[in-house]
């Protein structure tokens, strides 16, 4: 006689079969891979276990530190900027009594658009030679035709425009809520108790958003950390590497180089990144919500 | 000292009016009630001189100051919420001592009132904790105790007690007169509850479509409303309306022929062939033997009970009368059979006659 499945287990067989195709086995396999001298080139290399000396190599590589370095500088500055803009649109919005809704609505185009078109977008208008923001330095009287995506501080500056300019409504619309959800009593509480604007701001209504702000930077870190088609368009992590991220570096290993199991080592010290960060705003977000009595 | 005023005070949305010009004047540590159907413009009103709204015209000055202009902090108020408006993020410690810490007290003297107040409003066991974590009239107690730190020139309430049960209501309508009757403070108090209106005023002002109908003690509005929206907001139950006509022989003839004597204080006010209504309270009307005096100046009506409502010591008795139903009440009550018919008696100095085109009252001087 035959022992039957539990019934519970086939019920949850479909979803273990895709789980595991799409997500298990392709994650295994580039773990394992990591282990491993391959090369897209030479497939074979696949079956040479060499240990850790992928990861041996990674660690002592300057090169990929100063993308992992560049990165985590790219993520602060360009997550602080946000908050601190999409906060500021969010408040003023907030304030706006007529054509609200349209306005909510504008504002999120720059997250309509793809990525790679407003890569290509920035690199025109940064371009050197037929940018609009030259030309316009050039209309006002300035004679320098300033290199922006090839000055590596530049560069980084232009990358960090154009991803704040596509994701600070991102903020804002997360702060936004946060302020249409926010009770308008303890506000008025607090003017009657004497604050000033800035006061009941600084008092009342950001503690409230503090946790709308760090689902935002949750989000958002993720994001930043995996950024790669707006800097693959706009510099291509060039020149010379000046603007070379995690990502880039990542695909210029695997695809460029065809060293694949160098690449998906590197992948996994990365993910230790975003993994750092998610805890780290997952912590910050749970404060905010038991200091606001919402519960863990 | 701190009285104040509102003179001519307007509230205009757009072109819809709110409130059309209130005149009142409130005195230094008197306790007033505004009451009114939602709408009548009461909250609106107190937000007016709290700061939260603006004056669309008129002025309103505390202790002497006109404060139109001014934010609300610099008007030396607080204000009770209806929903508390406690801030959610801070301790019970804090929210008390909030208002002190933004004014940049020393940090001795912020805790020595909040520990008074505390103290008064019985809340030292809940100083470390969150609002979330307290019950609704534990934290209607903290929204009072943050207005008492200040140290007001006036206390605001904006129907604090609506969110509550009726028994927590209850004992926060004692705590209230308590607070009052210690502090002294001058106490602007918005409900739509008349129950409160009359427990707690000493000066009650109604208020309906954002006009002052009457402004007077408790007793003042319940024994001698200026109309019928006062007589039947004031009371509970609501003073019984018959209509009617005036005859010759100075009675009221109800729909149904019935005949009652017009009140003598209302005598001289009518004529022959006016509209009328005839107005009497619940507790004016009783069985004989069971309440109403026996003398004076006195009506029998015989009723038939269709429904008795025993509360213990009195029973509230329902019955129809010219096609209108009217309620009496029976003092020293036995029980009611329904369907019984009762000799009544109506004491004739407590009744009303109001005009059935204005709605006002009508009294001889």
Known sequence: MRRRLPEWFVLLLPAFVVVAAVVLIPLLFSL??????????????????????????????????????????????????????????ALMVNKVTRGQRTLRTVLMFPMMFSPILVGFQFKFIFNDNVGLVNNVLQSLGSDAALPWLVDGNLAMFSILFAEIWMSTSVFAILILAGLFAMPRDPLEAAKVDGCTPWQSFRHITLPFLMPFIYIAMTIRSLDVARAYDIV????????????????????????????????????????????????????????????????? | ???????????????????????????????????????????????????????SGGEVSIGGRVVNDLPPRERNISMVFQNYALYPHMSVRENLGFSLHIAKRPAAEIKKAVDEAAAILGLQELMDRKPAALSGGQRQRVAMGRAIVRHPDVFLFDEPLSNLDAKLRTQMRVEIKKLHQKVGNTIIYVTHDQVEAMTLADRIVLMRDGHIIQVGTPLELFNTPVNTFVATFIGSPPMNLLDGVVTENGNVRLGDGQELPVPTAARAGVHVGQQVRYGFRADNLSPVGHGVAEDGDIA??????????????????????????????????????????MTCRLALEKAHIFDAETTNVIRSS
């Open chain 2, 300 to 341: 029998e009506i015989d009723l038939r009970i269709d429904l008795s409502e025993p509360l213990g010591t009195e029973t509230l008795l329902f019955a129809v009368l010219a096609g209108t139903e009217i309620q009496g009440k029976m003092l020293n009550p036995r029980p009611v059979t329904p369907g019984e018919r």
């Open chain 2, 1 to 55: 000292m701190t009285e104040v005023t509102l003179s001519n005070v307007i509230k205009r949305y757009g072109v819809h009016q709110a409130v059309h010009g209130i005149d009142l004047d409130i005195e230094d540590g008197e306790f007033v009630v505004l009451v009114g159907p939602s709408g009548c413009g009461k909250s609106t009103t107190l937000r007016m001189i709290a700061g939260l709204e603006d004056i």
């Open chain 1, 32 to 89: 394992y891979s990591s282990f491993t001298p391959y090369k897209l080139t030479r497939p074979s290399t696949l079956w040479t276990w060499i240990g850790e000396r992928n990861y041996e190599r990674i660690l002592t590589d300057w090169k990929f530190w100063a993308a992992f370095g560049r990165t985590v500088l790219f993520l602060t500055i360009a997550l602080n900027l946000e908050l601190l803009f999409g906060l500021g649109i």
């Open chain 1, 232 to 296: 693959q368009i706009m510099t291509g992590g060039g020149p010379a590497r000046r603007t070379e991220l995690l990502w880039t570096l990542m695909s210029r290993t695997g695809y460029v180089d065809a060293k694949m199991g160098l690449a998906n080592a590197m992948g996994y010290v990365s993910i230790l990144l975003s993994i750092a960060f998610t805890i780290f705003f997952f912590r910050k977000l749970s404060a905010a919500r038991a200091e606001l009595g919402m519960g863990g």
